[in-house]
């Protein structure tokens, strides 16, 4: 292909990622304001590039042959139809990680500190002072240990926190943590932690990895999702809270996501919840941005591909 690459930028993105890609060497980022301009600007056969942050099915063109996904989670894209139809699928895994550690960082401290009870009542003008938690000396768990989860570890550590996890292949961990278990100790994680922290990528037709047994096994700890939703048993956790020992739940992702309107979790005094803005950061379009051109190189013939799903 001659000239430079043609790259559509799917209307619904986040700050920054069309100015970011821009500055990427040999491509011309094409912007549609809406649905129908994408649909108009995929379907010039120049069009072999799409950057985008969610799946509608304006998205699937003739002429498509690279999808590099926003996000690190790609579950609402159709994996069967894109590998039927040639087309490869990346992720904007690790783009985020920074600050996802952070703001599970921010979701625990809102507990151990009891900032979020205080901000409940001071909303009622009541001025309530209780004995609050040090993570210092501490264990905490971190479920994934991926790229968030090590942006995770290293930060407790450095905070004087033991750190234990899991990942999917431990034998091949080197990070921060001091002892990693595969997905089967994932209740010893529980058992041994005073805080968890859940950073489970999705994982298609898998149960909730957070169950009952889990939770139990925490006993009066803390509980942290920045992960998926879908890996977490709602109901077991609703059980936790309400009638076991589990001291709070810090959720950025829920399942259903947004919870229905009247789910429990919206008001739960045992609750710290924000609608899954773990990612958002001024940084993170810079940062896909690295990963596109690294794929982008690999779109060549020049490079290897990294964060493929399909």
Request: glycine residues 12%; contains cysteine.
């Amino acid at each position: 292909m001659s000239g430079p690459h043609r790259v559509v930028l799917h209307p619904c993105h986040p700050w920054g990622v069309r100015d970011s890609l821009a500055k990427v060497p040999g491509v011309e980022v094409i912007s549609p304001p809406d649905l129908e301009g994408l649909t108009e600007s995929l379907a010039d056969p120049r069009s072999e590039i799409l950057v985008s942050f969610i799946w509608t099915d304006e998205c699937l063109a003739l002429g498509l042959r690279w999808i590099q996904s926003i996000s690190s989670g790609c579950d609402s894209y159709p994996w069967e139809k894109l590998e039927e139809a040639g087309i490869r699928l990346t992720s904007g895994r690790g783009a985020n990680a920074p600050a996802v550690a952070e703001h599970a960082f921010a979701m625990l401290l809102a507990m151990t500190r009891r900032v979020g009870k205080s901000v409940r009542y001071g909303d009622r003008g009541i001025w309530r002072q209780a004995m609050c938690h040090e993570l210092t000396g501490s264990t905490l768990g971190i479920l994934g240990l991926g790229a968030v989860g090590e942006e995770i570890a290293w930060r407790a550590k450095a905070w004087g926190m033991e750190v234990i996890g899991t990942k999917r292949h431990p034998d091949s961990y080197e990070g921060s943590a001091s002892e990693v278990y595969g997905p089967e100790g994932t209740v010893e994680v529980f058992r041994r932690a005073d805080a968890v922290i859940n950073a489970l990528p999705f994982g298609r037709g898998a149960p909730p990895q957070v169950g009952a047994e889990e939770l139990e096994a925490l006993g009066d700890g803390w509980f942290v999702n920045v992960g998926r939703g879908s890996t977490v048993d709602t109901e077991a956790l609703l059980e936790a809270l309400d009638s076991g020992e589990l001291r709070g739940a810090g959720l950025d992702v829920t399942y259903p996501e947004p919870p229905g309107e009247d789910s429990p979790l919206w008001s739960h005094h045992k609750v710290v919840l924000t609608p899954h803005l773990g990612g958002f950061s001024p940084q993170y379009a810079d940062r896909l941005a690295e990963i596109f051109a690294v794929n982008l190189q690999a779109f060549r013939g020049e490079g290897e591909w990294v964060n493929v799903v399909v």
